[in-house]
């Protein structure tokens, strides 16, 4: 493709993504499509001869499109939001062109530094300590693997790295009984056995129980094994219940347990001062990872991770090969260090025109709207007198299910919102995913979508009653 054909491209693609931004509400939410029907529209051999640009895009209209789930859908309340915006797009093409691999300062120094200065900005914008330091990762599970495997070594003072597990005393790591799936996988990669990881209980509102912690950690102890870790949620995934840090944090000091803050959806709550009280005691954390691809309107992916001890991340993770070492080595920030992969995508420009081009107070208004959208249909719910909440709402999730009559059996009530759940998103007006909460079977539905409004959530809401209504009930 010549530079003379992509300037003609890269204009009609900017003016289709500008008409994708305004029409996405036309899309079905989800496509109507059964497995391999996409793939039995591709050929199964590649083009040995060069194809037009024309017909990649008559494809993509014609094939990938109709495929799509459309996560910029005002009516997507499904699983979390997934950050977009239009400064945050872009960046995007922005760094796509540069193609910079921006692995150590000496490959892009402005990507290196950018990331640096936009990681203080939000690390003071999210009420961190101003001790703490921040680094751009892929995505939170791999965040959460970094903190495992400091935990790890700073427990065995960094003989697993050197030996391996050989005559390491066994190690445990301690997640609420509502922790992420992300805890038990990252547990699993990093070493400790899926035994090794204790889901200790909740309260009603689905918070880990301190007191139940130390319990677990004093049994440990007297067995003799090695608490290494504790990972506390702020806003879990299945109905955003808030651990409480404060007693956590004490406990894990106490007995000197790493403590790690997964905060993946819920950290962008943290923009508001008011809602500060989210992470009260975080002083006595070792991390923090947030996700900014989330609920902060910046494209997928962009994950933030913040440590209070620096050298104990890189200890457990730098190596320096001769093909990698620079002249500055000591004056500055080689991300590879900072987590697992070594080659790095710039994400820090698109972090960078999301909070420039909407500015703190902007990022705070749609935060704040959000959460106010959310209590508003939590209102709604639980006054409606055949459906019912089935979580706190802390924020912007509700959980919630429907109850025609008190008569029905909870296997009963489970396969009528299964059902529910079913034609809701087949009607391809609407997107919501479910999760199961004490056992039972429960809707979840959250705004949190860049330029989500109270009407959209309202219209959806009663798309959700009168389909609900209109179901025969067994
Ligand atoms: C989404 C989520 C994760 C996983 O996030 P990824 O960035 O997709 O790895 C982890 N923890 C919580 C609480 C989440 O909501």
């Not at 530094?113 to 961190?128: C, P, S």
């Not at 506390?232 to 995934?237: C, D, F, I, L, N």
């Not at 009653?465 to 209109?470: F, I, L, W, Y």
């Amino acid at each position: 493709m010549t530079h003379t054909e992509f300037r003609q491209r890269a204009h009609e693609l900017a003016d289709w993504m500008a008409d994708y931004f305004e029409n996405v509400a036309q899309y079905p939410v989800k496509p109507a499509v059964s497995p391999g029907d996409i793939k039995a529209q591709l050929p199964e051999h590649p083009p040995i001869a060069s194809e037009p640009f024309e017909a990649l895009m008559d494809d993509f209209q014609k094939i990938i499109l109709p495929g799509m789930t459309h996560w910029s859908h005002p009516q997507f309340f499904a699983y979390f939001p997934t950050g977009n915006s239009a400064p945050s797009v872009l960046a995007e093409m922005l760094t796509a062109t540069i193609g910079a691999q921006c692995m150590i300062w000496q490959t892009s120094p402005a990507a290196e530094e950018l990331e640096e200065r936009v990681m203080e900005w939000l690390r003071d914008m999210l009420g961190l300590p101003s001790d703490w330091v921040g680094v751009i990762q892929d995505t939170a599970s791999t965040a959460t693997l970094a903190a495992l495997i400091t935990a790890r070594e700073q427990a065995t003072e960094w003989a697993v790295n050197q030996r391996g597990f050989y005559q390491s005393a066994r190690l445990r790591v301690y997640a609420s009984a509502q922790a992420h799936s992300s805890i038990l996988k990252d547990v699993r990669i990093a070493g400790y056995g899926e035994d090794n990881l204790v889901y200790i209980p909740t309260d009603d509102a689905y918070a880990m129980i301190p007191e139940a912690l130390e319990q677990a950690i004093l049994a440990d102890l007297e067995q003799g094994y090695l608490p290494a870790c504790a990972i506390a949620a702020v806003g879990t995934t299945s109905s955003t219940a808030i651990d409480p840090l404060r007693p956590i944090g004490e406990i894990c000091r106490r007995h000197g347990v790493f403590l790690h803050v997964d905060a993946a959806y819920a950290g962008a709550a943290l923009l508001l001062p008011e809602m500060r009280g989210l992470i009260d005691g975080i002083e006595q954390a070792d991390s923090l990872v947030f996700n900014p691809h989330k609920w902060m309107f910046t494209n997928f992916d962009c994950t933030a991770y913040f440590v209070r001890n620096k050298s104990s991340l890189l200890r457990s993770f730098s190596i320096l090969p001769e093909y990698l070492k620079t002249p500055e080595d000591q004056l500055v920030n080689n991300y590879r260090d900072w987590g697992i992969p070594l080659g790095r995508r710039f994400r820090a420009l698109k972090l960078w025109f999301v909070i420039r081009t909407y500015g703190v107070e902007g990022l705070q208004g749609k935060i704040r709207s959000h959460i106010e959208y959310g209590q508003r249909l939590a209102a709604v719910i639980a006054a409606a007198p055949d459906f019912e909440l089935m979580a706190p709402v802390s924020l912007n999730l509700v959980c919630f299910r429907y109850r025609p009559q008190a008569a029905l059996s909870p296997e009963d009530l489970d396969r009528l919102n299964e059902q529910l759940l079913l034609r809701l998103n087949a009607s391809g007006r609407i997107l919501l995913t479910q999760t199961r909460l004490s056992g039972r079977y429960v809707l979840r539905m959250v705004a949190g979508q860049t330029d989500a409004t109270w009407e959209e959530m309202e219209k959806g809401w009663q798309l959700v009653a009168e389909m609900a209504r209109g179901m025969e009930v067994f």
